[in-house]
């Protein structure tokens, strides 16, 4: 069983900056693809950004430039760092771990807020 912890959440202004982390139980992590989501009030969850086991990543239109999702795997940690926020960054973010044989996980969430 995979247990996936969200932390850094809070409130900036516009133009500042904030790095999430995502801690992994279990044994899976370093050959997993981790992803950031993120969700508003009324919308569907959406992709902010994944990466890969081989450190592969992508990224949603709208972070791109802005935000740089990476892991630690000795850690069993993953990040999201998310620079030039703005009020559309608005949501509660999610980490999901995915492994290739089907098997997906989702923290609880972190909610970030970006407001003058």
């Known amino acids: 069983q995979v247990q996936l912890v969200e932390s850094g959440g809070g409130m900036v202004q516009p133009g500042e900056s904030l790095r999430l982390s995502c801690a992994a139980s279990?044994?899976?992590?370093?050959?997993?693809?981790m992803g950031w989501y993120r969700q508003t009030p009324g919308k569907e969850r959406e992709l902010v950004a994944t990466?890969?086991?081989?450190?592969?990543?992508n990224y949603a239109d709208s972070v791109k430039g802005r935000f740089t999702i990476s892991r630690h795997n000795a850690e069993n940690t993953a990040y999201l760092q998310m620079n030039s926020l703005k009020p559309e960054d608005t949501a509660v973010y999610y980490c999901?771990?995915?492994?290739?044989?089907?098997?997906?996980?989702w923290g609880k969430g972190t909610l970030v807020t970006v407001s003058s």
């Open positions: 999901n771990l995915h492994h290739r044989f089907g098997l997906d996980y």
């Open positions: 279990g044994s899976i992590f370093s050959v997993s693809t």
């Open positions: 990466i890969t086991s081989g450190d592969t990543t």
